[in-house]
Nanobody, 113 residues
């Protein structure tokens, strides 16, 4: 059974940085893509960033230039710099392979002004 375990969330002041990590296990297939999504209260879940097995990346417009996604085999990382209060949300790790689409349990990121 595929499991995604996130870590690295927390409370930070505006302008600060955080690094999220996600470790995936239990898949015999390569994850074609891994990424991060976020959901703030009352909002839909939205794309933060994705990275393919070939290292192609895609970023949501609101984080481009501030966040960097990276990947090492079945682990994916999100370096978040210049954080803003509007980045406050639950951040979810996502992994996609030929069998299914998987989600982590989420980690809270809170940015104070």
């Amino acid at each position: 059974q595929v499991q995604l375990v996130e870590s690295g969330g927390g409370l930070v002041q505006a302008g600060g940085s955080l690094r999220l990590s996600c470790a995936a296990s239990g898949s015999i297939y390569v994850f074609n893509a891994m990424g991060w999504y976020r959901q703030a209260p009352g909002n839909r879940r939205e794309l933060v960033a994705t990275i393919t097995s070939g290292s192609s990346t895609n970023y949501g417009a609101s984080v481009k230039g501030r966040f960097t996604i990276s990947r090492d085999k079945n682990a994916v990382y999100l370096q978040m710099n210049s954080l803003k209060p509007e980045d406050t949300a639950v951040y979810y790790c996502n992994a996609l392979n030929v069998v299914g689409n998987y989600w982590g349990q989420g980690t809270q990121v809170t940015v104070s002004s």
